[in-house]
Each structure stands twice: as structure tokens, then as C-alpha cells.
């Protein structure tokens, strides 16, 4: 005999209601579920150079939280790893050279890991990528500031590279990881971290980032440097990274990259002889310095390096180069997971099989959708 409704237990009544309860509202929720929408945020003062955050997200709120942490983040790495100024209550890179051969410094410890990352990396291309290279690369500085800023343009002095570069020896850089300490040994000696401190510390951020929430974003850092998370929130399969044509200009917005990378969750940095430099007797001098010819490196116009770790593009895309072609692509492929593309004085390229797999020539038509530029500066 079937029961009476009116006779059920008042339980049964109540655990049928809310049953309907819970099966209607992620109905209800899925059909009023924001969708993420695109945002971006820019920032200068950090690294030389324009950062920018792009970022899907459900509300402006929640990516502008995400985008300041990053600004915030970076904004505490470039001092950390400035040469050229101090701040207040903090030992950096900058007190580190100021107390070249007097005493250690006790610095943060993340100081300490990149100068340690140095090292690690010195094993895949030795003394190409040199941390204690400062006194030389300060010299041609100098001489790029007087012809940039006073159209004094002029060359060293060979003699001047030698005396300087007596004071490059990696190896009097003393790390105390115990005490977080780091000594250089010789008065004479200036740490540059410029051909890896800028992917260092993007790689650092994003990892923050994808800490704090983030899934589908890009930090562009000045262009050269950029990191993929995840893939876009709009539908498109991969993110578009365009390669800067070296005698192309960014800022023409006729001009078109020569390429395009399609990639997820990978870091994509470029070196080149394009963005700081200047010339004298018609010839070029920029800024990436060979360790042993005290020359600006002439085998290519740029090289892109593509990775999942910024740190390491960075570090590659100055190694390779500063390598001949040969060198550089054995490396190159000797590492996992790990691509590169050259572009040649000729015009020409070359590239890994792994890197001509994702260029857009090699993958037909794609989304309209803006494309994240991507140019040199690193070294």
C-alpha cells in the first residue's frame, strides 16, 4: 500500500527539499558564471623598461590584486639586484661592489640564489655568461651614454678592455650560503647581473602569480622578456608571441613581425644588436660584450630563445648569442624541452625543429587576436 504523503516523517519531507535545493542551484549558478574577461596593466621604475600584465580574469578587482602583487614583486627584485643605486635598509647587488675587497655582505637570500644560478649555468657554456664581467661592461657603457647623450661617439682602447677585464674572474665571487654573505675578493671587481636578472626575476613573479590564482596571463617584461601562464581564456588555442624584425620598428603599426610563436606556459626571450647600442665609423656596438674578445659579438642580429623557465631563456639567449652558430645549436639541443631561432646579419634564420613547429609559417592561418610583440634588450 503506497504511504499517505501527509504520514511521511517531516525528515524525509526536508531532505527531499533540500536535495531539490542543491540540484537547482549549480544549474542556476552555471548559467549566471561570469565569463573572464581580458585586462592589462602597465608599470615603469622596474629593470630599464616598460612591464606589463595581461591577465583574464572574472572582475577588473581581481586581476588589478594580481597585477599589483607583480608590481610589487618586481619593484622589491630590481632593487635587490640594482648596480647602480641604494636604497634604505637593504644590502643589494650595488653594496656588494661597493665593498669589492674590503668584507662580505650580508644580502637577501634571493641575491644569493641568482648569483648561485650563474654559477650552476657557467657549466653549459663556460665563461661565456660571466656575473663578474662589470668592469668591462661598464666601460662600453659609458662610451654608448657619451655618443647616445652627447653624440661623442668613440671606441675603447684595447688596452683600457685588458686593464678592466683583469678584474672579471668569476671565481673570486665567494658566496657563504651559511652566512649569506657574498665577497669579492678583488678591489677592482663589479658584479653585473643584467644578462639574467631581468628573466630571474620574471620567472620569480609568475610563479607568485600562479600562486595567487592566476591561470591564464602573460608578463611582458620590456618586450624581450616574455612569460606565458597557462593559455588564453578566449577560446584561442595558444598565445601569439611576434618576433621583432631587427630593422623593423615596434612602433610603426604597419610594421608586422617576422614571425609569430604560438606557445602556452613557456617563457620566450630575445637577444639582439637592435635595441642598446650606437655607432661609430659606420660600424655597430651594442651592448652584448664577448667575454673573450672584450667585443660586441657579431655572429647574429638576434637569437630567440623559447623555455618553460625565464631565468634560463635569459640566460640562454645571451650564451647563444654570444656563441657561433654550431655552438649555440648543440647546446641548444642538448637541453630538454628547450628551443631556439637565430636570425643572421643576411636576413636569413635557422631554427630548432621544435621552434619551427609552433611558428605561425609553419601552422597556417590563425586569430586575428593582438599579438604580444617581442624585441631584444637582453645581455
Known amino acids: 500500500m503506497r504511504a499517505d504523503p501527509k504520514n511521511l516523517p517531516k525528515r524525509r519531507v526536508v531532505l527531499c527539499f533540500l536535495l531539490a535545493v542543491f540540484l537547482i542551484l549549480p544549474a542556476l549558478s552555471a548559467g549566471c558564471r561570469k565569463e573572464p574577461e581580458k585586462y592589462t596593466y602597465s608599470f615603469t621604475g622596474c629593470f630599464d623598461t616598460v612591464i606589463q600584465i595581461i591577465g583574464y580574469d572574472t572582475s577588473e578587482e581581481a586581476f588589478s590584486r594580481l597585477a599589483q602583487l607583480a608590481q610589487s614583486r618586481f619593484t622589491e627584485l630590481h632593487r635587490l639586484f640594482d648596480i647602480y643605486h641604494a636604497y634604505d635598509g637593504m644590502n643589494n647587488i650595488y653594496t656588494i661592489n ?10 637577501d637570500d634571493r641575491i644569493i640564489s641568482l648569483l648561485q644560478f650563474y654559477q650552476e649555468k657557467d657549466a653549459l657554456a663556460p665563461g661565456v655568461v660571466n656575473a663578474a664581467l662589470g668592469p668591462v661592461l661598464e666601460i ?10 652627447n653624440g661623442q661617439a668613440a671606441i675603447p682602447a684595447p ?3 685588458q686593464q678592466a677585464s683583469r678584474f672579471c674572474d ?8 651559511e652566512q649569506q654573505t657574498v665577497y669579492l675578493q678583488d678591489s677592482g671587481m663589479m658584479l653585473d647581473v643584467g644578462a639574467v636578472a631581468k628573466g630571474y626575476a620574471t620567472e620569480l613573479v609568475a610563479q607568485d602569480l600562479i600562486a595567487a590564482g592566476m591561470t591564464s596571463g602573460i608578463i611582458s617584461a620590456g618586450g624581450s622578456n616574455v612569460r606565458l601562464i597557462g593559455a588564453p581564456a578566449d577560446g584561442r588555442q595558444t598565445w601569439q608571441v611576434g618576433l621583432q ?6 612602433l610603426d603599426p604597419d610594421d608586422q613581425p617576422l614571425e609569430i610563436i604560438l606557445a602556452n606556459n613557456q617563457s620566450i626571450v630575445t637577444s639582439g644588436d637592435y635595441q642598446r647600442y650606437y655607432e661609430f ?32 631563456a635569459d640566460y640562454l639567449s645571451t650564451a ?4 657561433p652558430y654550431d655552438d649555440g645549436r ?11 631561432l637565430w636570425i643572421f646579419a643576411d636576413g636569413h634564420t635557422e631554427a630548432t625543429a621544435g621552434m619551427t613547429s609552433v611558428l605561425q609559417s609553419a601552422q597556417g592561418s590563425i586569430s586575428s587576436s593582438t599579438t604580444v610583440s617581442l624585441s631584444s634588450g637582453n645581455g
Open 159 to 161: 688596452e683600457e678592455l
Open 140 to 149: 662600453w657603457r659609458q662610451y654608448r651614454s657619451a655618443a647616445l647623450d
Open 320 to 323: 647563444v648569442f654570444l656563441l
Open 330 to 340: 648543440r647546446l641548444i639541443e642538448s637541453l630538454p624541452d628547450c628551443e631556439a
Open 281 to 312: 665609423n659606420g660600424q655597430v656596438y651594442h651592448h652584448l660584450i664577448d667575454s673573450k674578445t672584450l667585443q660586441p659579438a657579431r655572429y647574429f642580429r638576434a637569437v630567440t630563445i623559447m623555455t618553460p623557465d625565464s631565468g634560463l
Open 245 to 250: 624584425n631587427p630593422d623593423g620598428n615596434l
Open 98 to 107: 661597493q665593498q669589492a675587497g674590503i668584507a662580505p655582505v650580508v644580502v
Open 170 to 177: 668569476a671565481r673570486k665571487i665567494i658566496i657563504d650560503p
